[in-house]
């Protein structure tokens, strides 16, 4: 019985993301195992005894911090939402407040050391992709005289996610080459995520850096050093179009990578 309810709110939410559908799937899952109870009987006190057993001792013996909590929570909002169950939606706390983590970065000489004109990385850098987000770019709308070219960002859930941005000029002359020499076309790069990620770490061993550096850093770096080279030209950043850019929807998110880039430069600034 519950597979067959955790199938169907799967089925709904794979219209949207399906990476988003199938976390939230899999929370419902283990919620609805660990409840054993018909979903008519279901009520608040079930889910509040389920994110106490989440925080307090896992699945490995290993308590969840606030930040999975706040997921298993919106899955379960929105699995009641489906299945129609207000009473219980209402009873519900509608987040669990946590302290996100500061967005991991490179300074931008380390940056262009790791990019060192691989194509496809250059590109995620200079255009804040990520990984999944490099899939969708099409030599069919990027103008290589230009530098413009079509982004789908992949986290506006109803919202516009496609955008048209412009290649740096160092950029622009690696895809230039790139596509010339590989006579590129359709698909920028025709390759899997799993590929992109042995190219990333590839170079990140080759440069000793960290592995807690994933590929998402060079967005990260991107959008930080773009905030950096604002505030060192102008003393302050334009937040709308740094959003706009970044293709955040919540100018609270642009502002930390602002923030970041303040505590740079006032951290270089002190130094001797």
């Not at 709904?12 to 799937?25: D, E, M, P, V």
């Not at 006190?45 to 999975?68: H, S």
């Not at 996610?161 to 002359?173: I, Q, S």
């Not at 061993?205 to 773009?226: M, P």
Request: positive net charge.
């Amino acid at each position: 019985m519950h597979r067959d309810l955790v199938r169907r709110f799967y089925n709904y939410l794979s219209f949207g993301n399906k990476r988003t559908a199938y976390i939230y799937a899999n929370h419902v899952r283990n919620f609805l195992d660990y409840v054993g109870k018909p979903l008519d009987e279901i009520t608040s006190v079930d889910v509040t005894d389920w994110l106490v057993f989440l925080k307090e001792k896992g699945y490995r013996e290993k308590g969840y911090g606030d930040r999975t909590l706040h997921l298993c929570l919106c899955a379960l909002r929105k699995f009641f939402k489906v299945m129609r169950m207000y009473e219980i939606l209402d009873e519900l706390p509608k987040e669990i407040t946590y302290e996100a983590p500061a967005p991991r970065w490179l300074e931008p000489d380390v940056a262009f050391k790791l990019i060192d004109r691989v194509p496809v990385l250059c590109v995620a850098y200079d255009l804040a992709l990520r990984i999944n987000e490099l899939s969708y770019l099409s030599t069919h709308t990027l103008n290589l005289n230009t530098g413009d070219v079509e982004v789908t960002r992949l986290k506006h859930k109803g919202h516009p996610n496609k955008y048209m941005l412009k290649m740096d000029e160092w950029c622009l002359d690696v895809v230039r080459d790139y596509v010339k020499r590989f006579n590129v076309r359709g698909r920028l790069f025709p390759m899997s995520t799993m590929t992109v990620n042995r190219i990333f770490r590839r170079r990140r061993n080759a440069l000793g850096l960290d592995e807690k550096y994933k590929f998402h850093c060079l967005r990260h770096s991107r959008i930080t050093h773009i905030a950096i080279k604002e505030l060192e030209e102008k003393g302050t950043v334009d937040e709308l179009t740094l959003a706009k850019f970044a293709g955040h929807l919540r100018q609270e998110t642009t502002r930390l990578y602002i923030h970041l880039a303040a505590k740079y430069l006032a951290f270089r600034r002190a130094k001797p």
